[in-house]
């Protein structure tokens, strides 16, 4: 009987011991909480939210959406603890944080197959095992890991500028140029006159910032400096930094007074970040502030600008889409280490992962289909760009395209969740 070792019962922890052990594995669960807290936890319960009770968009044409009904169809533990406790939130899921990870807890407790740890790991062992520590891993387990995957493929934080979609983005005003021309023109640029300089400016400095918590501060200003920052310092400071429009010239050869850069983010150019706007300011300000560019007025943020502390693998190429690492076949990663994002997607892989070890173990492999959204992360986490990696949501930019053209977003999405739901259907797992 082959036991696995399961590091950390978060939200992918928790999903992966689920899952193993319903179907006969043996599993120890190892949580170092209620000994050992993480400085953003509170309490001792398996799957605990350390932030917001939202899960995000119910709609399947919602990338978060959709994963959360791939997840369901594999009788996730975590989608059903969210269903069982939801409270009202419009379209949104959100929970009664508490009932749903005491019941997420007592359910694992209660599985006969699974063998709960409270203590810190500090080195990984020769068993089959998931490392699920999150952003949060400790320092112990965190050298241990860098020991196995290399010195500078760990990173301790996270500061990432804004990912939009490129649908939304005006062409008529913004503008394919790269700076002097050098190079590809791999940029789209979106120029401001003075007068919408001035405005984003004056947004830019009232905007919320959010809260900070107090293990953020150690590394915060090193060489990557929010661009509300960078504002508050004074206008030259953003006009001379990434809003420099020297080289920049529009198509007609005006030089604007300002220009914010657009770089793509993955191959297809689905995805551009706003460059050198890695920013600590709210959600729901980044969007009001940002879509007040010239060109990104309509928009959709694929992913928002973040700043905190983020222990994240630098997994393209070190990790298959299985999420198993490819120098030992024994050990895999799973939820927010791997470079996912969020609560959901953290699940998501612990699932994903889960079930390619119990594959594993009888011999055969599970496929990663990048037209599943489960699929598609384990794909985008193993071969995005290494030198660029950034976490990330789970959204359609990252999932295989239709073979027909469909304008209509909304119906493409539609027709891309159908998709996806069927193979998931037909899983063998
Ligand atoms: P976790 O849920 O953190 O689980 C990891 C577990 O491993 C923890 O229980 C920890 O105690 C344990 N552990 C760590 N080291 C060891 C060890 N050596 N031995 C034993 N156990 C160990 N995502 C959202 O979707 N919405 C949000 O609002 C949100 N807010 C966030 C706020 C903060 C401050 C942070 C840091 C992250 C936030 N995230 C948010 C991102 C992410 O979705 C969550 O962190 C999510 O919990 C990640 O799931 P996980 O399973 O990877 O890690």
């Not at 068993?127 to 995957?149: C, F, H, M, Q, R």
């Not at 995805?271 to 300011?281: A, E, R």
Request: aromatic fraction near 8%; charge should be negative.
């Amino acid at each position: 009987d082959q036991i696995v070792d399961i590091i950390g019962a978060g939200l992918a922890g928790s999903e992966a011991a689920y899952q193993l052990a319903k179907r006969g594995v043996h599993v120890r669960l190892h949580e170092m909480r209620s000994k050992k807290m993480t400085p953003a936890h509170h309490t001792d319960q398996f799957a605990e939210l350390v932030c917001t009770n939202s899960m995000r968009s119910n709609d399947i044409t919602n990338g978060v959406g959709l994963l959360k009904e791939e997840m369901r169809q594999l009788d996730s533990i975590i989608m059903k603890s969210a269903d069982a406790h939801q409270v009202p939130a419009g379209s949104a899921l959100a929970v009664d944080r508490d009932n749903f990870s005491e019941f997420v807890t007592k359910s694992l407790k209660e599985m006969p197959n699974i063998e709960v740890v409270n203590d810190e790991v500090k080195n990984i062992g020769d068993n089959y095992t998931i490392v699920a520590t999150g952003p949060l891993t400790s320092d112990d387990l965190s050298k241990s890991i860098k020991e196995i995957t290399g010195q500078n493929q760990l990173y301790f934080y996270d500061a990432a500028a804004p990912i939009i979609s490129s649908e939304g983005i005006d062409r008529s005003v913004v503008y394919e140029k790269s700076r002097y021309d050098k190079g590809e023109a791999a940029y789209l640029n979106c120029p401001m006159n003075e007068e919408q300089f001035k405005r984003f400016y004056e947004a830019l400095i009232g905007a919320e910032t959010a809260e900070l918590h107090d293990f953020e501060d150690e590394k915060y200003f090193e060489g990557c400096m929010p661009v509300e920052e960078m504002a508050s310092r004074g206008e030259k400071t953003l006009l001379f930094g990434p809003l420099k429009p020297v080289g920049l010239e529009t198509p007609s050869g005006e030089m604007p007074y300002a220009v914010v850069q657009l770089r793509q983010d993955n191959v297809s150019k689905s995805m551009y970040n706003i460059v050198g706007f890695q920013t600590h300011l709210k959600w729901g300000e980044q969007k009001r502030v940002f879509q007040m560019i010239p060109g990104l007025e309509n928009v959709e943020f694929i992913r928002y600008g973040v700043m905190h502390r983020n222990t994240f693998l630098n997994s393209p190429g070190m990790l298959s889409g299985n999420y198993q690492l490819k120098d030992n076949s024994k050990i895999y990663f799973a939820g927010q280490i791997t470079g996912v994002e969020g609560y959901v997607e953290s699940a998501g892989s612990g699932l994903f992962a889960a079930l390619s070890l119990f594959k594993q173990l009888k011999g055969e492999k599970l496929k990663v289909d990048p037209k599943t959204m489960i699929g598609a992360m384990g794909n985008y986490v193993a071969n995005a760009d290494s030198k660029y990696f950034q976490p990330m949501n789970a959204n359609f930019g990252i999932v295989t395209p239709l073979d027909q053209k469909i304008r209509n977003k909304k119906e493409r999405r539609q027709l891309m969740a159908e998709r996806a739901l069927e193979i998931v259907k037909q899983m063998e797992v």
